[in-house]
């Protein structure tokens, strides 16, 4: 069988981009098991792929435990235990020495935006990104933006996955994202946008809506930078999330059941103050940031017969398939989006978007 050489962004492993990915329906269809209870791996090209030492064996079925098995001594149904103040005064005294008396205070309590009233529809238009004027990237575009964000991002690699090739009979790479400073992709996007800024729009600072991911990418590189950010963060943004924001001197406003009412009140407080919006994914100089990934992609991994990249707002995917089309238009590109929030797909198909968060891998 002839190998087939794939490559993933890293959030399609880690889940940035909130796409939860569906791994492991891929490898029931991919992977055999014997009668031995061992893999059976098919269509290897190398003799190092035929060694089965990775491949961890299969442990046999254990009988179900009695009912007797499965009772905790410190926590028998049969005989509840009261806990009484005494005890808990007792912990108190005897831990004292070894656990941090953490302190409890106000300023960590994020400060909640008041509701918002339902804005008007032309107040709802991103001026870079305006549906009655749609723009193209050009592939330039994200040269230029190679270029310009190499000294402040990571090249980060692309290495083979021996196991993962093993177990699906192809040469599958990874593109390690998770190790740029704030841990995803959105930097490079978000700092291409951030040098693009002029020097006027630079001082009045920039503004985004985000759950956590794109708001820490404008943090950090804002700091880097000296360009003054303010994120508009829903409620239900994990904390170490909004923590960072503000420990990257970010301008933190948490408000909101769901991205779309963060997005209308940024829309709203950059008019206010004279800011730029800078869109996490519908935003030109962010694709282009993003498609940078698929320039490295070509350079680091030699013989690339598809790409497989998450698919959450669209622009990774986006900047990806510009710089990879242009480069090889044989190669597949191919997006990948969680079931339970198939915006892109739903898009496509005209359907109404869910506002509502999903639980997600993402975070």
């Known amino acids: 069988m002839a190998t087939k050489n794939a490559t993933l962004p890293n959030s399609a492993v880690n ?18 098991i014997n009668g031995s209870g061992v893999v059976e791996i098919k269509g290897l090209t190398s003799e190092d792929d035929k060694k089965t030492e990775a491949v961890p064996k299969i442990a046999p079925q254990q009988p179900a435990p009695n009912v007797d098995e499965m009772i905790d001594p410190a926590c028998d149904p049969r005989h509840p235990q009261n806990i009484q ?27 909640i935006a008041p509701q918002q009233p339902a804005p008007k529809a032309d107040e ?12 193209n990237i050009q592939f330039s575009d994200i040269s230029s933006a190679a270029f310009n964000i190499r000294d402040g991002i990571i ?11 093993s177990l699906l009979g192809m040469d ?13 992709f959105k930097e490079r996007g978000a700092r291409f946008a951030l040098l693009k800024l002029t020097e006027k729009q630079r001082k009045a600072g920039a503004i985004a809506a985000s759950a956590g991911n794109h708001a820490l990418a404008l943090a950090y590189h804002g700091q ?7 994120v508009i963060m829903p409620v239900f943004a994990p904390l170490m999330k909004v ?26 407080y950059s008019r206010e103050h004279g800011m730029t919006y800078i869109n996490g994914f519908d935003h030109p100089d962010v694709v282009a940031g993003q498609g940078t990934i698929g320039l490295e992609i070509l350079d680091q991994v030699s013989k690339v017969d598809a790409v497989i990249v998450p698919v959450g707002g669209g622009g ?21 989006e969680a079931e339970t929030c198939p915006s892109f797909i739903n898009a496509m198909e005209k359907k109404n978007l869910p506002l509502d968060p999903e639980s997600s891998l993402a975070d």
């Open 155 to 165: 090249q980060t690699p692309c290495n083979r996955s021996p196991q993962l090739s």
């Open 124 to 135: 709802m238009i991103d001026p870079a990104c305006d549906p009655r004027h749609p723009q």
């Open 316 to 336: 990774l995917v986006a900047g990806v398939a510009k710089a990879v089309k242009t480069l090889r238009p044989d190669v597949l590109v191919i997006g990948v």
């Open 85 to 111: 103040f005494s005890d808990i005064s007792s912990a108190a005294f005897n831990i004292r020495d070894g656990i941090i008396q953490t302190p409890c205070n106000t300023e960590a309590v994020p400060k």
């Open 224 to 230: 880097q930078l000296g360009i003054p950010i303010t």
């Open 15 to 32: 889940g940035s981009d909130k796409t939860d990915g569906n791994a492991t329906a891929i490898l029931e269809k991919k992977a055999g």
């Open 172 to 184: 599958l790479y990874l593109k390690k994202e998770f190790m740029q400073v704030t841990g995803s």
């Open 243 to 268: 923590s960072s924001c503000r420990n990257y001197g970010a301008h933190v406003i948490q408000m909101g059941q769901n991205i779309q009412q963060c997005k209308e009140y940024g829309f709203k």
